[in-house]
């Protein structure tokens, strides 16, 4: 039985194999392979905002329908708050929620609301009967400022510090174990 390939000798099918252009297709894919690899092992609410540390965006937002106050920028100065971003229509908000009014009833920090590309009547409706956990509500209706923002989606929840810089981003539902592990430390550090 012959080694050998359509006529070729077996030492020069090996070395044809170990020429440029067979290798670095197969580096490319080599690379790309460790590349999602990696990538599958990253938890996607951690991605990282260029905004920690900066002033927040420049906005100024009307209320929701059916609420007094709006939302701008400097509502978000001299004192820790939270600002959460969500939406009626939104799942996992409906999901955060009591966690957000479980906060209000403590009055752990004001929390501030800016409602993503909502309607008017859903998002009051939504409000009226979930409750109101916010102190101000903006109406994002056209989703602008959350872009200014950096949001990738609802819901997202922004700590702010008193010089109305993002102090820490989440993307996803506000669960009780965040409250207790991440938030609830972050705020009393910030309050020092």
Known sequence: MSHEVQGVEPAAA???????????PLAVFAAIAV??????TLDPREI???????PVPRFELPPVLG??????????????????????WCVSCKEEHPVFMQMQR???VPIHGLNYKDQPED????????GDPYTRTGADIDGRVAI???????????LIDREGRIAYKHIGPVTPKLLDET???LIARLRQ
Request: charged letters at 30%.
């Open 14 to 24: 090996d070395s044809r194999l170990l020429r440029p252009e067979f290798l670095v």
């Open 35 to 40: 590349l999602l690899a990696a990538g599958l």
């Open 48 to 54: 990282p905002s260029p905004l920690i540390g900066k």
């Open 67 to 88: 609420r007094a106050l709006g939302l701008r920028t400097s509502d978000l100065e001299r004192e820790v708050s939270i600002v959460n971003v969500f939406a009626s």
């Open 106 to 108: 403590e009055r752990l």
């Open 123 to 130: 998002a009051r409706k939504w409000l009226d009967d979930m």
């Open 148 to 158: 200014e923002w950096g949001v990738y989606g609802v819901p997202e929840t922004f």
């Open 183 to 185: 938030l609830r430390p």
